[in-house]
């Protein structure tokens, strides 16, 4: 009995196209686990993708996924790459024929598959059961976080409630939205005392309510971890992008005492990325937010502190100790530090997009809007990697997606594999010598001017949807003249702090910086906010990882 109070929302999904093929396996699935379980069937990969999305945002729980391999559309190792997005803990499990199992011996790494069952199961005591008991088993034993569901009500284009729904998702925290002009939300901000003036309110799963919340407030309340449960530390990550996960990874493993500090969510701009198809060990690919997830579980696995929504506005040198200071007034320290802030997206400056932003104007590809440009026409800035993946997602949900280049055409900036996949893409086009000139709308976005960069000349658009990913500042003003940076701000370390042969004046050391290390001695920087590094994700993580073996050299000889 406890075993199924436990279990009474955990959901055994089946997916098979063929109807009769769809039954039966959910009729043998109900005669053994329906007490326990809840047993939901689909007949396609999207309608079943469907389903766990919205059972991710009610906080339901999904402890196995049955899918065919043979579906129209999308085939079940496709879908089964997709629903690990959605539930990365859920067992999975590939229905194949004879013929097929080299695709599913091949989809052990593709999709991390736990089992594949040969069709017909009969009987399946035998040949079904006993494989779905052990997948169970492992389930319940993993962990799953059993978290409920956070709701959100709010206004569909208010920058703030957009805000809050993106820190949340990348975050990893289930919610579910409610549209303010719902009655569910006016039932909602009725129980909460509130008229809907002052937007979004956030009721966490205790119940409480949280109007227009901050970020660190937010965080606290949904259980993300805020406060460092020391002073003092070997080490502090500054950054939870690609080499600031590195880092903390490769810190903790090692047996530095360890603490990441993260402004926002970690993943960084490429825990925003729909797919990233060129990093080592991943031939088909892989959502930046999978693989931000699944480091930060590895982090925190080793033993790192994961603090989120802290913003630092300080570094300072205490003797041995380097302290970190926080916008709250409160200070962690730490024998060293890695400095791995990366970069955020530059502004747009043409006239109307400050006002317009979160309202159809967005920096980044903010995933949790893609599935709202259902049929529209959606506009990218921007003619790097990052424009290129968030071209490749969006197409799959828009009518069209344009892609606007200032540059005359896509090479200088863009991989191969990816300019040869939006060349392939029926719905994408790319206009070159293109740039925003003005975005128009009320209340959001409705149309934009775009002016030809070499004839000057002008054109209007309707648009509701525009992305901007237009270079990138590094985040280091915080830091000010504590550490020397080049003129755009990108921090200098190791060989470029000592191109004349001699290491800056304010060095005290006897020995020149180590190849990572900043003017300040222990102070270290990794990844994209270091001058002249790579901007690609492999190199951010290797700099984490080398930043760490330069840490503990500093200490050994400190």
């Given at each position: 009995?406890?075993?199924?109070?436990?279990?009474?929302?955990?959901?055994?999904?089946?997916?098979?196209?063929?109807?009769?093929?769809?039954?039966?396996?959910?009729?043998?699935?109900?005669?053994?686990?329906?007490?326990?379980?809840?047993?939901?069937?689909?007949?396609?990969?999207?309608?079943?993708?469907?389903?766990?999305?919205?059972?991710?945002?009610?906080?339901?729980?999904?402890?196995?996924?049955?899918?065919?391999?043979?579906?129209?559309?999308?085939?079940?190792?496709?879908?089964?790459?997709?629903?690990?997005?959605?539930?990365?803990?859920?067992?999975?499990?590939?229905?194949?024929?004879?013929?097929?199992?080299?695709?599913?011996?091949?989809?052990?790494?593709?999709?991390?598959?736990?089992?594949?069952?040969?069709?017909?199961?009969?009987?399946?005591?035998?040949?079904?059961?006993?494989?779905?008991?052990?997948?169970?088993?492992?389930?319940?034993?993993?962990?799953?976080?059993?978290?409920?569901?956070?709701?959100?009500?709010?206004?569909?284009?208010?920058?703030?409630?957009?805000?809050?729904?993106?820190?949340?998702?990348?975050?990893?925290?289930?919610?579910?939205?409610?549209?303010?002009?719902?009655?569910?939300?006016?039932?909602?901000?009725?129980?909460?005392?509130?008229?809907?003036?002052?937007?979004?309110?956030?009721?966490?799963?205790?119940?409480?309510?949280?109007?227009?919340?901050?970020?660190?407030?937010?965080?606290?309340?949904?259980?993300?971890?805020?406060?460092?449960?020391?002073?003092?530390?070997?080490?502090?990550?500054?950054?939870?992008?690609?080499?600031?996960?590195?880092?903390?990874?490769?810190?903790?493993?090692?047996?530095?005492?360890?603490?990441?500090?993260?402004?926002?969510?970690?993943?960084?701009?490429?825990?925003?990325?729909?797919?990233?198809?060129?990093?080592?060990?991943?031939?088909?690919?892989?959502?930046?937010?999978?693989?931000?997830?699944?480091?930060?579980?590895?982090?925190?696995?080793?033993?790192?502190?994961?603090?989120?929504?802290?913003?630092?506005?300080?570094?300072?040198?205490?003797?041995?100790?380097?302290?970190?200071?926080?916008?709250?007034?409160?200070?962690?320290?730490?024998?060293?530090?890695?400095?791995?802030?990366?970069?955020?997206?530059?502004?747009?400056?043409?006239?109307?997009?400050?006002?317009?932003?979160?309202?159809?104007?967005?920096?980044g590809s903010a995933l949790t809007?893609?599935?709202?440009?259902?049929?529209?026409?959606?506009?990218?800035?921007?003619?790097?990697?990052?424009?290129?993946?968030?071209?490749?997602?969006?197409s799959r949900f828009a009518k069209?997606?344009?892609?606007?280049?200032?540059?005359?055409?896509?090479?200088?900036?863009?991989?191969?594999?990816?300019?040869?996949?939006?060349?392939?893409?029926?719905?994408?086009?790319?206009?070159?010598?293109?740039?925003?000139?003005?975005?128009?709308?009320?209340?959001?976005?409705?149309?934009?001017?775009?002016?030809?960069?070499?004839?000057?000349?002008?054109?209007?658009?309707?648009?509701?949807?525009?992305?901007?990913?237009?270079?990138?500042?590094?985040?280091?003003?915080?830091?000010?003249?504590?550490?020397?940076?080049?003129?755009?701000?990108?921090?200098?370390?190791?060989?470029?702090?000592?191109?004349?042969?001699?290491?800056?004046?304010?060095?005290?050391?006897?020995?020149?910086?180590?190849?990572?290390?900043?003017s300040i001695p222990g102070v270290?920087?990794?990844?994209?906010?270091?001058?002249?590094?790579?901007?690609?994700?492999?190199?951010?993580?290797?700099?984490?990882?080398?930043?760490?073996?330069?840490?503990?050299?500093?200490?050994?000889?400190?």
């Amino acid at each position: 009995m406890a075993q199924a109070a436990e279990t009474a929302r955990t959901v055994i999904m089946t997916v098979d196209d063929d109807p009769g093929v769809s039954r039966a396996v959910a009729r043998d699935l109900r005669r053994r686990y329906g007490e326990s379980y809840r047993i939901v069937r689909a007949e396609s990969g999207d309608s079943a993708l469907e389903a766990l999305r919205e059972l991710k945002l009610r906080g339901d729980l999904v402890a196995v996924i049955l899918a065919d391999y043979r579906m129209p559309q999308m085939n079940g190792i496709e879908f089964l790459e997709q629903a690990l997005d959605v539930y990365p803990g859920a067992r999975r499990v590939l229905l194949t024929a004879y013929a097929d199992t080299n695709a599913a011996i091949d989809a052990i790494n593709v999709v991390d598959l736990d089992h594949y069952l040969l069709k017909p199961w009969d009987p399946p005591e035998e040949k079904l059961y006993p494989v779905l008991d052990d997948l169970l088993e492992a389930w319940r034993h993993s962990d799953y976080r059993p978290v409920p569901a956070t709701k959100v009500v709010g206004h569909r284009w208010s920058a703030r409630s957009s805000e809050v729904r993106e820190f949340l998702a990348r975050n990893q925290v289930p919610y579910r939205w409610y549209s303010v002009e719902e009655p569910e939300g006016q039932r909602l901000l009725a129980a909460a005392g509130q008229d809907g003036q002052r937007l979004p309110l956030v009721i966490t799963p205790d119940g409480t309510p949280l109007v227009e919340p901050e970020a660190p407030e937010l965080a606290a309340r949904v259980g993300l971890a805020t406060t460092p449960t020391a002073d003092f530390y070997d080490l502090v990550v500054i950054g939870g992008g690609p080499a600031g996960l590195g880092a903390a990874v490769y810190g903790a493993s090692e047996g530095l005492r360890t603490v990441l500090v993260e402004r926002s969510a970690t993943g960084g701009q490429a825990g925003q990325s729909s797919r990233i198809e060129n990093y080592l060990g991943f031939p088909d690919g892989v959502s930046g937010a999978q693989l931000t997830d699944r480091a930060r579980r590895q982090a925190t696995k080793f033993g790192a502190e994961i603090l989120a929504a802290r913003e630092v506005t300080g570094l300072e040198v205490n003797g041995a100790a380097r302290v970190v200071r926080f916008a709250d007034g409160s200070a962690v320290a730490a024998h060293s530090v890695i400095l791995a802030t990366g970069v955020q997206y530059r502004q747009l400056e043409a006239e109307g997009c400050i006002d317009l932003t979160g309202c159809g104007v967005f920096y980044g590809s903010a995933l949790t809007e893609a599935a709202s440009c259902q049929g529209h026409d959606v506009y990218i800035v921007g003619g790097a990697n990052s424009a290129g993946q968030a071209a490749m997602y969006l197409s799959r949900f828009a009518k069209s997606v344009t892609l606007l280049v200032r540059g005359a055409d896509l090479s200088a900036s863009m991989s191969y594999y990816l300019i040869q996949q939006i060349n392939e893409a029926p719905n994408i086009s790319v206009r070159s010598q293109t740039v925003v000139a003005a975005a128009h709308g009320a209340e959001r976005l409705e149309r934009l001017t775009l002016r030809h960069v070499a004839s000057g000349e002008r054109e209007q658009v309707d648009a509701q949807w525009m992305f901007v990913f237009i270079g990138a500042a590094p985040l280091t003003d915080w830091l000010g003249d504590t550490v020397l940076r080049d003129k755009r701000g990108f921090i200098l370390a190791g060989p470029d702090l000592t191109a004349d042969g001699r290491p800056p004046t304010s060095w005290e050391l006897d020995r020149p910086p180590y190849h990572l290390e900043t003017s300040i001695p222990g102070v270290f920087v990794a990844g994209d906010a270091r001058a002249e590094s790579a901007k690609r994700v492999a190199s951010a993580v290797g700099e984490g990882a080398m930043a760490v073996m330069l840490v503990h050299r500093y200490l050994e000889q400190s």
